[in-house]
């Protein structure tokens, strides 16, 4: 009982600690789980009609969309079909610059610049990474929060469980009548409602935390027997020559790749930082997921593809380990069980934020309770 009385305290404490942080984190989760699909209901822009010509080379794309924005950096360029509009990505750490801008696939005629950093989904992504607050902070906030709110789940469960069998029944559903009060109430919106949904509450929390902390990430992935290395890192390639200025081997690739991949969604192609550094690209095969893309490197020289012994390669090279940890974000939004996934992933987010707004209550009514008690003394 006295290790019981220790959890109480330990639970309620971290609870009021983080709770603020909790709420916040789950309601911007839910708002960020259906982001595509608002987003793409939104979208007014039409299709491209087909046309019987050459699309602009990623070359040409690049030149063209850097007209706009000469001091940034290109990120990558995008091609999905022949009709849908070729994306230029530019991205720039410090100071925070992340913008797109939209060609015509024939023409190369600018159709769109969207800014990935303002609207609405912008500020809900920034709340729910760092709270809106400076990214070297609130990241650290959250972070730290989201791993306090794991142990607080576990005690949780701890204080859930009755000291009798008898009593079980009592705690797994809500038994209420006329004549129960809102205390009763609320202590059976905290304490059932975070029995449900303890499950899919942890492993929400710990993808974001594992993606929050590259030791977990590295925990994680060789717990379970991976032998890859974890980070990302665009190898050089394998021949030292230099091709003639005339010569543009990367504007080969894409077409190329379209043939090689005819049912890909889209093909992401991050141009070489020098002349060592090789071609990367992401190919993806399937729309709202992204554990199942390959990540393909080219020898810019020859465009002879470059194999690597890493998680993030070819998908139909990875092994249980890497499949577990590139499935971490898509298990994290819900998308990796479709648009039902999504749905439990919302719901549970939803019902997540809940708790720390039960359990105020339940500490409020209580020390409420015991000054009213005192007063009347």
């Not at 142990?151 to 069998?165: A, D, E, V």
């Not at 919106?189 to 499950?199: A, D, E, K, P, Q």
């Not at 998680?311 to 998308?335: E, F």
Request: proline share 3%.
């Amino acid at each position: 009982m006295n290790t019981k009385k220790a959890i109480l305290q330990l639970h309620k404490i971290l609870g009021l600690a983080t709770g603020i942080i909790v709420f916040i984190v789950a309601i911007t989760g839910c708002c960020w789980v259906f982001k595509d699909e608002i987003q793409n209901a939104f979208n007014i822009s039409k299709k491209i009609p087909l046309e019987n010509k050459k699309i602009i080379t990623v070359t040409k794309a690049k030149q063209i969309a850097q007209t706009i924005f000469p001091n940034n950096t290109v990120h990558g360029t995008v091609y999905k079909k022949k009709n849908d509009a070729i994306e230029v990505i530019f991205y720039d750490e410090k100071p925070e610059f992340y913008k797109s801008v939209f060609l015509h696939p024939y023409s190369g005629d600018i159709l769109n610049i969207n800014d990935h950093t303002t609207g609405f989904f912008a500020l809900v992504l920034k709340g729910h990474m760092r709270l809106w607050l400076p990214k070297e902070i609130g990241e650290q906030v959250v972070g730290i929060s989201i791993l306090i709110f794991l142990f607080i789940l576990i005690s949780g469960f701890i204080l859930w469980l009755p000291k009798k069998k008898k009593n079980l029944k009592q705690r797994l559903k809500f038994d209420w009548k006329k004549t129960t009060k809102w205390k009763r109430k609320n202590f059976d919106l905290h304490s059932i409602t975070g029995f449900y949904i303890l499950g899919f509450a942890f492993l929400i929390a710990f993808t974001g935390s594992v993606m929050s902390y590259d030791w977990l990430k590295y925990a994680v992935y060789k717990t379970s027997g991976g032998e890859k290395t974890t980070f990302f890192e665009i190898p050089n390639n394998k021949t030292n020559f230099t091709l003639q200025k005339n010569t543009k081997k990367i504007d080969l690739l894409i077409p190329k790749l379209q043939n090689t991949f005819p049912n890909a969604d889209s093909f992401e192609l991050h141009y070489p930082e020098d002349k060592k550094q090789s071609i990367y690209v992401e190919i993806s095969k399937t729309k709202g997921v992204y554990y199942d893309s390959d990540f393909l490197f080219f020898d810019q020289n020859t465009l002879e593809r470059i194999p690597i012994n890493a998680i993030y390669s070819a998908y139909n090279n990875a092994s249980v380990p890497d499949k577990i940890l590139r499935m971490n974000y898509d298990i994290h939004v819900g998308a990796i069980g479709g648009i039902f996934g999504k749905i439990i992933a919302f719901t549970i987010s939803l019902l997540i934020a809940s708790l720390p707004v039960t359990g105020i209550l339940l500490w409020y009514g209580k020390n409420y309770k015991k000054k009213r008690k005192s007063i009347a003394a």
